[in-house]
């Protein structure tokens, strides 16, 4: 029996950065994120003798995938029947699997497609061991962080967060909704200066954040207020108050990657060119947008409808990049 699930990235806005336990991805602290409803990825789960992964790109021909991706595929795999051993159902998950992965996402460019890869599996796992056990959205957020900490929030749809708990437990971090997608209708204008792959991905970049002298203030400023405040602006829908925590968060991932060792800096002439024109054209025309960027040097403008199309002009008008669209999207989900 194969099972089809669908899902989509999400746009950070308290940033997962940094871990308690790299190995299990628990995270040093909570993050919150906008489930996007596009672009999508689509994963097919079958049972299978041995691991086998297939992927394909958006024009639907087939890439071909590198032993460090198989690996993390199996890697992942494997802890998730680490952690089906604590619910009492290790045997559910088939020794092992035949995963197919049709995807619209451009790989590695800062558009999240980790979380919704890995979102989407756990979804697919999910639905396979139905007849064994009926997981909760907050057990199989705990799947999807095991492949990717920020595909946790994108099992959820709308307004969710990774909470970071506190043990070394596999399932002490996981993820919960906060307001669904039809609570606040935002938009998210997706500008990509470049479709090049980045040279070091999360994965890679992760345990370098406690190196950075300034890492520790990072995560007490999110224990301590940045979580709270992103989630009250989301549920009192204060679009000031979440432009100044959310860029002020993104600045602040930015200067703990460039002070780590070794330096990592994913943003580019491109980058700082377009955060400073959309800064000043929200000065000068009065917009409800803010910008945020995740590791890489894609530039994302969210904005309320209202400002939805003096946001796409802004965005059609940028030289050399490529442009997506999306708004608040549903959550991963199982396709019959």
Same mark, same amino acid.
């Given at each position: 029996?194969?099972?089809?699930? +669908?899902?989509?990235?999400? #746009? !950070? ?10 190995? $299990?991805? %628990? /995270? ?81 460019? +800062?558009?999240?497609?980790? #979380? !919704? ?10 639905? $396979?061991? %139905? /007849? ?205």
């Amino acid at each position: 029996m194969s099972v089809t699930a +669908g899902s989509t990235p999400n #746009s !950070a806005w308290i940033k997962y950065w940094g871990n308690r336990n790299d190995a $299990l991805r %628990l /995270p040093m602290a909570d993050s919150f994120s906008m489930t996007l409803d596009s672009p999508t990825v689509e994963i097919t789960l079958d049972h299978a003798d041995v691991l086998s992964v297939r992927s394909f790109n958006p024009d639907g021909s087939e890439k071909e995938l590198g032993a460090v991706h198989i690996q993390r595929f199996g890697k992942t795999l494997e802890l998730v029947k680490q952690y089906l051993r604590t619910l009492g159902v290790e045997d559910a998950l088939p020794a092992s699997a035949l995963i197919t992965v049709r995807s619209q996402i451009p790989p590695a460019v +800062g558009l999240a497609s980790s #979380s !919704a890869v890995f979102s989407c599996l756990a979804r697919a796992i999910q639905g $396979l061991i %139905l /007849p064994a056990i009926e997981l909760t959205d907050e057990q199989t957020s705990v799947l999807a962080r095991l492949g990717s900490g920020s595909a946790a929030r994108s099992i959820f749809g709308g307004f969710s967060a990774l909470l970071a708990g506190e043990s070394d437990a596999i399932g002490s971090a996981y993820g919960r909704q906060y307001a669904d997608e039809h609570h606040w209708a935002l938009y998210n204008v997706i500008l990509v200066p470049s479709m090049h792959e980045k040279k070091v991905g999360s994965t890679e970049g992760h345990p370098t954040a406690h190196t950075s002298p300034h890492y520790a203030a990072r995560v007490q400023a999110i224990r301590t207020r940045r979580q709270r405040e992103c989630i009250d602006a989301v549920l009192t829908k204060d679009f000031e108050k979440l432009q100044h925590v959310v860029e002020e968060d993104c600045i602040d991932m930015h200067h703990v990657m460039r002070t780590s060792t070794p330096p990592l800096d994913y943003l580019t002439e491109d980058t700082h060119r377009i955060t400073r024109d959309i800064t000043e054209l929200r000065r000068s025309e009065h917009l409800p947008v803010f910008y945020t960027m995740d590791a890489g040097p894609t530039v994302q403008l969210l904005c309320t409808e209202e400002a939805r199309d003096r946001v796409l002009a802004f965005a059609r008008a940028q030289e050399g990049c490529a442009l997506f669209e999306a708004k608040t999207g549903p959550g991963a989900c199982l396709i019959p």
